[in-house]
Nanobody
Framework: QVQLVESGGGLVQAGGSLRLSCAAS????????MGWFRQAPGKAREFVAA????????YYADFVKGRFTISRDNAKNTVYLQMNSLKSEDTAVYYC????????????????WGQGTQVTVSS
């Protein structure tokens, strides 16, 4: 089992940047594929980005391609989401998730979830 704690959220102006971090503890971090999801008020949770166990494969939702970058540091048990050119519609609670498969992509049912971190983009 793995425990996930997100950080790095906050308030930023449109066009700005934030970097989210998700620290994992418990079982070996490199055993898990990782993903980021988000949920805006009144909306369903949606996939944002995913990275494979070793970091070699990534996958993004169309609406973040070219703006967001997912990466991981297995030595630090951490996955990151670098968010650039933020828009007001990026406002949401962002969740990291871990899955026991080598790569989970946009599959909605990851095995483990963090508590989320709020990102608010002001226009």
């Amino acid at each position: 089992q793995v425990q996930l704690v997100e950080s790095g959220g906050g308030l930023v102006q449109a066009g700005g940047s934030l970097r989210l971090s998700c620290a994992a503890s418990g079982r070996t971090f490199s055993s898990y594929a990782m993903g980021w999801f988000r949920q805006a008020p009144g909306k369903a949770r949606e996939f944002v980005a995913a990275v494979s166990r070793g970091g070699g494969n990534t996958y993004y939702a169309d609406f973040v391609k070219g703006r967001f970058t997912i990466s991981r540091d297995n030595a630090k048990n951490t996955v990151y989401l670098q968010m650039n050119s933020l828009k007001s519609e990026d406002t949401a609670v962002y969740y990291c998730a871990a899955d026991e498969r080598p790569f989970a992509g946009d599959y909605p049912e990851y095995n483990y979830w963090g508590q989320g971190t709020q990102v608010t983009v002001s226009s």
